[in-house]
């Protein structure tokens, strides 16, 4: 029983083997394995026929198959062996050559170990060798001149001095500075043996540079000269002798030359005649005057431009006063000829405004100069001398105009024409010609109250001492007509307020004087006068009753005060006709007719005033209206 029921189970496990087996490869996706799929490839090489004879044989055909392909591999094996044979044999051969040459190698090696450190001492003495020479060509290099440097420094056939010479100059000179670090640094006598040849180079140097400058100084135009000179005064300054002897030697040179081309601008003019000679226009004192000083104040500031270009290197001295120096004495030559001829023509100048206007014409040349001088100069002291000249000769000259037309006398017999004056007017007409070329330079500010007080105080004086020789309404009215103009004259200019404030009273009060007589001539035609008389003095009785203030007295005083409102012109003093001034004439008629209506207002208070006995309507106008019919 129990080998049947393990029998059983046998066969139920192979079945179930083969079931899952079965199962396996029905569930076995052929299309994803590649290996499957490579060896059906390769068996559709050699099955060709699928038939119950081939399916038989398929087994045996893939053993003989697979033994074929073996049968390959080991031949193809067979080959590689001995291929690896013949290498190892070739291997092992290298291997002992390899050992041989070790051997000798280390012999070699035993033997070059001597000549390698030999070798190594002399590639170090080699290097310290070559760094000793480098040194010694440096140094010499450093401290010493090639020949070329040597003969640019002495100095040959050619005395031109260029680039190349300031070069070895400027080497000299760091020679020294490296000698005296080399004596610093204890090697004295190389440092001393150096320095005394450098010593030597230097003064022969200095001399060749000395000689040269002082004649590139008269051609510093030329652009080449101008470089260098510069150069030559940086290193000339470290000779004080020898700089000081070329500063004046720039300065004689320069000098000379624009004195040549100052006199060249008065006598030839420039290139080709043109501009023309200054001295063409000597007739004309203010352009001659003038063109003589905008030459000097055009060439000033181009000898200020060269001394500037030929100190710009210069350190050990001071530039602004060795400039300033320099600048004062090339001008210093222009200063003769400029005051001979400017002095001949203040000299011989007869008219004052044109010796005002070249007082200011040099005051304002002579700022401007100063300006680009810096300093005080000779010309400075030239021009200040020429204006002071200039300005004395102008107040002479307006003192002698002023007093020449004072001495004509405006009264004949007694009568004198109101008008303004032919003395007032040509006094006045000089007055704005000088003030017309007043300067606005600051120094010219001081001159205005002194020609105002030249003009002004003898004009006045005189128009009061002629007033005194006229009737009292002449008088008022001459001075009016002369002191207006003159104070609308100086209100102009910047003149003294307290002078104006002065003109003023003085027409205020001949106003004042005017208004008075204008007042009293009406009232004295009108016949009021008696009657006015007659009311401040009355006791109390009634004025109708009392002669001189009845009623047919004062019907005739109104007759006349209409004539007066139809024609007040007919009511004025004749000479204030001849005023000159509207406002005048208006504030006289204004003024005066003020005061009438104040005399009239008192007259016809004592007319309305009951006591007095007068009829009503004696008087048909009132104050006001009659102060509105005068158009006060």
């Not at 073996?70 to 193809?76: G, I, P, Q, R, T």
């Not at 040349?365 to 300006?371: F, M, P, Q, R």
């Not at 019907?555 to 004749?574: E, F, G, Q, T, W």
Request: hydrophobic share 35%; charged share 25%.
């Amino acid at each position: 029983m129990p080998e049947e029921e393990r029998k059983f189970v046998d066969e139920t496990r192979n079945e179930t083997v083969l079931a899952r087996k079965l199962k396996k490869t029905l569930h076995l996706k052929v299309e994803n394995d590649e290996d499957t799929i490579h060896a059906l490839k390769e068996l559709s090489t050699f099955f060709q026929e699928n038939n119950l004879k081939t399916r038989r044989n398929l087994r045996g055909q893939i053993e003989r198959r697979s033994l074929e392909i073996n049968s390959d591999f080991l031949k193809a094996f067979q080959l590689v062996k001995e291929n690896l044979d013949e290498i190892h044999e070739n291997v092992k051969g290298m291997s002992d050559s390899c050992k041989s040459m070790q051997v000798r190698l280390e012999k070699s090696k035993i033997q070059t170990q001597e000549l390698m450190s030999k070798t190594n001492e002399l590639q170090s003495k080699r290097v310290q060798l070559g760094m000793k020479k480098d040194l010694s060509e440096k140094m010499r290099e450093k401290l010493t001149l090639t020949n070329k440097e040597v003969n640019e420094l002495k100095g040959g056939s050619d005395q031109r001095i260029t680039q190349d010479f300031f070069t070895a100059l400027e080497k000299v000179e760091q020679i020294h500075i490296d000698c005296k670090v080399l004596i610093s640094a204890g090697h004295q006598t190389t440092g001393f043996a150096v320095g005394e040849k450098m010593d030597g180079y230097l003064e022969l140097a200095m001399d060749r540079l000395y000689r040269w400058a002082q004649g590139a100084v008269r051609n510093i135009e030329a652009g080449e000269n101008s470089t260098n000179l510069s150069k030559a005064f940086y290193y000339l300054q470290k000779k004080p002798i020898l700089f000081n002897h070329i500063v004046d030697e720039f300065i004689s040179s320069r000098r000379q030359l624009i004195v040549r081309q100052f006199l060249d601008a008065l006598t030839v003019g420039g290139p080709g005649g043109t501009p023309r000679p200054i001295e063409m226009h000597a007739h004309e004192p203010t352009r001659y005057v003038g063109d003589m000083l905008a030459w000097l104040h055009q060439a000033c500031p181009g000898e200020a431009e060269n001394i500037t270009q030929l100190l710009k290197l210069s350190t050990d001295v001071d530039k602004a006063e060795l400039s300033a120096k320099i600048l004062s004495g090339i001008t210093e030559g222009v200063c003769r000829p400029l005051k001979s001829r400017i002095e001949q023509i203040l000299i011989s100048e007869a008219s004052a405004i044109v010796l005002y206007k070249l007082t200011n014409l040099i005051r304002f040349y002579d700022g401007t100069i100063s300006e680009v001088l810096k300093c005080s100069s000779v010309l400075s002291s030239t021009l200040c001398e020429l204006q002071q000249l200039s300005y004395s000769q102008f107040l002479s000259l307006l003192q002698t105009s002023v007093t020449q037309q004072l001495a004509k006398n405006d009264v004949i017999d007694g009568h004198c024409d109101l008008a303004l004056s032919l003395t007032t007017s040509s006094l006045l007409g000089l007055l704005r010609d000088v003030l017309s070329g007043h300067s606005v330079v600051e120094s010219s500010q001081s001159d205005l109250p002194v020609i105002v007080r030249a003009v002004v105080d003898p004009l006045t004086l005189h128009l009061q001492e002629t007033a005194q020789k006229l009737p009292r309404q002449d008088a008022a009215v001459y001075l009016l007509n002369n002191l207006h103009p003159l104070r609308s004259t100086l209100s102009l200019y910047q003149s003294d307020d307290k002078r104006l404030t002065e003109l003023n009273k003085r027409m205020e009060v001949c106003l004042d004087e005017l208004v008075r007589e204008q007042t009293e001539f009406i009232i004295l035609n009108l016949e009021l006068l008696p009657i006015l008389t007659i009311i401040s003095k009355n006791d109390g009785s009634p004025l109708a009753s009392v002669p001189g203030t009845h009623r047919e007295a004062i019907n005739s005083a109104m007759a006349r005060l209409d004539n007066l409102l139809s024609a007040p012109d007919l009511y004025v003093i004749p000479s204030t006709r001849l005023l000159l001034s509207s406002q005048h004439r208006k504030h006289l008629r204004i003024f005066s007719h003020k005061e009438l209506v104040k005399s009239y207002s008192i007259l016809y208070k004592a007319v309305l005033d009951p006591s007095n006995g007068y009829e009503a309507g004696t008087l048909t106008k009132t104050p006001e209206q009659v102060e509105q019919l005068l158009q006060i």
